[in-house]
């Protein structure tokens, strides 16, 4: 199966117009005043950086996306359209605001959203009832995180991934990137130049015996 293709749109669509851009953009605005080194952006991502992220992903062999750090929902309502109609994406934010305001806008069935630490993503994902994600997208300032807390959600990723699976970031600065390259067995880099500002894109791929043997079957 075609890793660009949206899946179709069985179940119901996150909105979108622009009424959801204006809220979004004047919370995610709000956001950043209230805690500039936890959300670290003004504006959202772009779309030609969603797409960038997004087109590594096998949909057919997901069944459980997790997103750290959705803010107002970039990329979540995307992951969404993509997502397979049995697929579960579980996303995790420190903002109460951004939480409420996910809650609120997105009616999906398939969407968990969790107020909570990236660090905690295996208690995380246990609470949502699976065991293992095959995803994990991260929209954290890793630069602005104190370094012992980036360690633990790197570590804390790799554990709860699946043999196969991938830990995706963007960020500004090369930190995301590097943590990755030093905890996953093979990293693609890319950079995305149509975003405020250019990002850098990082997909560590968890790879050992039991992915080849998955990948075998
Ligand atoms: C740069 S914003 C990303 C927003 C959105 N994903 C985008 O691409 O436009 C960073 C987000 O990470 C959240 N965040 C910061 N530290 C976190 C942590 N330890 N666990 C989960 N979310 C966190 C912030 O609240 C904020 O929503």
Redo the contacts with the bound molecule.
């Keep these: 199966m075609s890793t660009r293709e949206p899946a179709p749109p069985a179940l119901p669509k996150a909105p979108g117009g622009f009424l959801r851009f204006l809220r979004s953009a004047a919370i995610?605005f709000r956001?950043f005043v209230e805690?500039p080194a936890?959300?670290?952006?003004v504006v959202?991502?772009s779309q030609a950086t969603i797409e960038a992220m997004l087109a590594k992903v096998d949909w057919s062999r997901c069944r459980l996306f997790v997103?750290?750090?959705?803010?107002?929902g970039?990329?979540t309502t995307r992951i969404l359209e993509y997502l397979p109609p049995d697929g579960r994406l579980l996303a995790?934010?420190?903002?109460p605001r951004?939480v409420d305001f996910l809650k609120k806008t997105i009616d999906d069935p398939r969407l968990e959203v969790a107020l909570?630490?990236?660090?905690d993503v295996e208690s995380l994902v246990r609470a949502a009832g699976h065991s293992r994600a095959d995803y994990v997208i991260s929209?954290?300032?890793f630069s602005s995180?104190p370094p012992e807390?980036a360690g633990r959600?790197v570590a804390a990723t790799y554990a709860v991934l699946r043999d196969g699976g991938a830990f995706m970031t963007?960020q500004f600065r090369p930190t995301a990137k590097e943590l990755t390259q030093a905890r996953f067995e093979r990293v693609d880099t890319g950079l995305a130049l149509f975003n405020v500002p250019p990002c850098i894109l990082a997909w560590g791929w968890k790879e050992n015996a039991g992915a080849v043997r998955d990948a075998a079957e």
């Design positions: 995610f956001g805690n936890m959300v670290a952006s959202p991502s997103e750290y750090g959705p803010g107002v970039t990329f995790i934010d420190t903002n951004f909570g630490s990236a660090e929209g954290l300032p995180l807390t959600i963007y």
